[in-house]
């Protein structure tokens, strides 16, 4: 008997290549509509279907009971990832508008993690349809890691994840079931897309480019379709998307307390109030900062700022300003802010504000016994006790993350990318936002990079996408045994 129930995968993969096949279908019409050239869509929908009907027929089973373990969620999720950003290239790659398999790669990497780095640099020439499709991995992306994070996670039990999403409480207020619980978060994705591009068109914004913003922020993924990103939008368009980056940063499970009206439940969760709290400081500190430094006003200090900062903290990646030309010590905090990340259960990338509240009890928790050293304390997190196991799980992922982070970097220095660039680099693609700093800063792009170092971040996209246990336990030994 096989370790590994390859037939299982297939059946899973089958489906996510037929959503995938689905949106490039969408793809066609829209390359019609701008009467642009429809080939390049044609031929990824069919390759996306045919793969997918392959391997359903493969995955046909007369034991239709056979349930999905463990080892075969994690490569499932895997090669999930992998083989839609390779589908995806072929429309970038036909159509000419990204001639470069490494740089189409690293693009649909990008989409489909939704970090928003770019390796283009006129955007704005490309056809509308690519740019269409490029907003669109964004949004796949953005609801495949909602239920990777609050469905599948908790179920197989590892680092915690039922702590911060799926609850019991949530779990029976919505059924028990998977299928039911995927419908409601969808519903919420697509509610809040809708209501984006409303409040995105009543500013100015025309159809096009609002649903291209609005796949982007809901996502928290960042591709706009403007080689200027948000920098040239009204300050109203501006508040509308900051407003819904804070809102996809959010934990989706507080969407669905916030639509049933349980604002009780929605106090009680301390990550969310600590994304708030967290968020709030750094903006007013950079605000002061602009204010004081810079010659502009004090709403001007507050949008620049709180956009920005809000931007990177839920990993979106959009920009109205080139934060390099702040003072030193305001880009600086946005460094420092990139390893923050969103909330557990949303669209945001990073290390998530969950773990840092984690690891914060854990302080106070260690200065208590210090004072108190017979005492037994333990802590709780959503009024919910934290096991030592569950504890060391979180503070492992987040070691497993710096080291991760001071690895990449280290090797992309010995590609030839001075320090700044190298590890702002790394920061960003793993926590999935968008801009770095320096030669790779909101103003430029990563197109200059060597093409080691783009497959080396495309990696890093992934694996800092699926929350690292995920892709790091394939290469263990005692995955592939019996």
């Not at 470069?100 to 955007?123: D, K, M, Y």
């Not at 920098?231 to 804070?246: A, D, H, K, T």
């Not at 990563?446 to 995920?470: D, N, Q």
Request: contains cysteine.
């Amino acid at each position: 008997m096989s370790i590994i129930n390859f037939k299982i995968i297939s059946k899973i993969i089958s489906r996510n290549l037929f959503i995938v096949s689905a949106a490039l279908f969408v793809c066609i019409f829209i390359s019609i509509y701008y009467s642009e050239q429809a080939i390049p869509f044609v031929i990824a929908t069919l390759v996306s279907f045919f793969g997918g009907l392959l391997l359903y027929f493969y995955s046909k089973s007369r034991d239709e009971k056979i349930s999905l373990q463990r080892k075969e969620a994690y490569l499932t999720v895997t090669l999930s990832w992998l083989l839609i950003s390779l589908i995806s290239c072929i429309p970038y790659i036909l159509s000419g508008a990204i001639p470069s398999f490494t740089n189409a790669f690293f693009e649909s990497v990008s989409g489909f993690t939704t970090t928003g780095s770019s390796i283009l640099t006129e955007i704005e020439s490309l056809p509308k349809s690519i740019l269409f499709w490029r907003s669109l991995t964004h949004w796949i992306g953005g609801i495949g890691i909602i239920v990777l994070v609050i469905i599948i996670m908790p179920k197989l039990q590892i680092g915690g994840y039922h702590l911060f999403t799926l609850e019991s409480s949530f779990q029976e207020k919505i059924q028990p079931k998977i299928k039911s619980v995927g419908n409601r978060l969808l519903l919420i994705y697509i509610v809040l897309t809708l209501a984006e591009i409303f409040l995105l068109l009543l500013g100015g914004m025309n159809l096009f480019e609002s649903t291209c913003h609005a796949f982007g922020t809901i996502a928290t993924g960042g591709f706009s379709p403007k080689n200027s990103s948000i920098g040239e939008y009204s300050p109203y368009i501006q508040y509308v998307l900051m407003f819904f980056m804070l809102l996809s940063g959010t934990n989706f499970v507080i969407h669905y307390y916030l639509f049933k009206r349980e604002f009780k439940k929605i106090n009680e969760n301390e990550e969310f109030k600590f994304f708030l709290g967290i968020t709030f400081i750094i903006g007013i500190v950079i605000t002061t900062i602009l204010y004081l430094k810079m010659d502009k006003t004090i709403e001007e200090s507050f949008r620049e700022s709180f956009f920005q900062v809000i931007s990177i903290i839920t990993c979106t990646g959009y920009a109205t300003a080139d934060y390099m030309q702040w003072p030193v010590v305001a880009w600086m905090i946005i460094f420092f802010a990139m390893f923050l990340g969103g909330s557990t259960g949303s669209t945001s990338g990073g290390i998530k504000m969950a773990r840092h509240l984690v690891v914060f009890k854990n302080y106070s928790m260690y200065f208590r016994r210090f004072n108190t050293p017979h005492a037994i304390f333990s802590f709780r997190l959503n009024k919910k006790s934290i096991s030592d196991e569950t504890n060391s799980s979180i503070l492992t992922f987040i070691s497993l993350y710096f080291m991760i982070f001071v690895a990449g970097s280290l090797t992309l220095i010995l590609m030839g990318l001075n320090a700044k660039d190298a590890s702002s680099s790394v920061a960003t693609c793993m926590a999935g936002i968008g801009p770095g700093l320096g030669s790779v800063g909101p103003a430029s792009n990563f197109a200059h990079l060597p093409e080691a170092a783009k497959y080396v971040l495309s990696f890093l996209m992934l694996i800092g996408r699926l929350e690292i246990y995920t892709i790091l336990i394939l290469f263990t030994p005692n995955f592939w045994k019996k």
